[in-house]
């Protein structure tokens, strides 16, 4: 089945650190994939996605890029911020693996703090 | 931007109660909404996939009659947690895609804190 594996944190930088968060996945097609965030109390919010091979998402100052050959679809941002302290979810949602329901498979989620 | 709104965000309740949790779509149309589970340090577990207009799809190991799913109209879905007990408190997140987009991304609410004392 459709699996997604990111690093385990927690990861700690200070204010404007290069900040790499890995993500790898497993899927049967040809996913769509996706970084969400979640800040403390909340729900998540998409932060970037891909929808084919080497498409590259980025928001906020975020990117990342949709490697087939290697599936990964690893985060990165040059330089932290104080506020992008927060939970990230990597994610896959295949085509294949849900009907038309297209169910999203998350990572575990990578907690990220910065500090000032 | 498409807006997922959850209620309540956060509800208390005795052990053999039940409670309604609700999740409402604001500003588009889903024929399809989603119920997750997120325990602390976890990622997101589903639960659930919730249709309108008829019965919602359990994920394996998850009790249908425990926990209800009502997807009555386009715009809202229900999961009632029943005779709650203290291990179902937890984080729970619904989500929602638009009804007209095919692969699009999921929009999620602001999930729902439940503890069940």
């Known amino acids: 089945g459709d699996s997604v594996t990111q690093m385990e944190g927690p990861v700690t930088l200070s204010e404007e650190a290069f900040l790499t968060i890995n993500c790898t996945y497993t899927?049967?097609?040809?996913?769509?994939l996706f970084w969400y965030v979640q800040y403390p109390g909340e729900g998540l919010q998409l932060l970037l996605k891909?929808?084919?091979?080497?498409d590259k998402g980025s928001n906020k100052g975020f990117e990342a890029t949709y490697r087939k050959e290697t599936t990964s679809f690893h985060l990165e941002k040059g330089s932290v911020q104080v506020s992008d302290s927060a939970v990230y979810f990597c994610?896959?949602?295949?085509?294949?693996?849900?009907?038309?329901?297209?169910?999203?498979?998350f990572g575990k989620g990578t907690l990220l703090t910065v500090n000032p | 931007g498409a807006v997922v709104s959850q209620h309540p965000s956060r509800v208390i309740c005795k052990s053999g109660t039940s409670v309604k949790i609700e999740c409402r779509s604001l500003?588009?149309?889903?024929?399809?909404m989603f119920w997750y589970r997120q325990f602390p340090k976890q990622s997101l577990m589903l639960m659930a996939t919730?249709?309108?207009?008829?019965?919602?799809?359990?994920e394996q190991g998850v009790e249908k009659d425990k926990f209800l799913i009502n997807h009555a109209s386009l715009t809202l879905s229900t999961l009632t947690v029943t005779s709650a007990h203290p291990e179902d408190s937890s984080f729970y997140i619904c989500?929602?895609?638009?009804?007209?987009?095919?692969?699009?991304?999921?929009?999620f609410g602001n999930g729902t804190r439940l503890t069940v004392t």
């Open positions: 989500s929602a895609r638009a009804a007209d987009r095919g692969n699009s991304p999921l929009h």
């Open positions: 899927a049967t097609g040809y996913p769509s």
């Open positions: 891909a929808t084919k091979a080497d």
């Open positions: 994610a896959l949602s295949d085509p294949n693996s849900g009907g038309s329901n297209y169910k999203l498979t």
């Open positions: 500003d588009f149309q889903a024929t399809t």
């Open positions: 919730s249709n309108e207009g008829s019965k919602a799809t359990y």
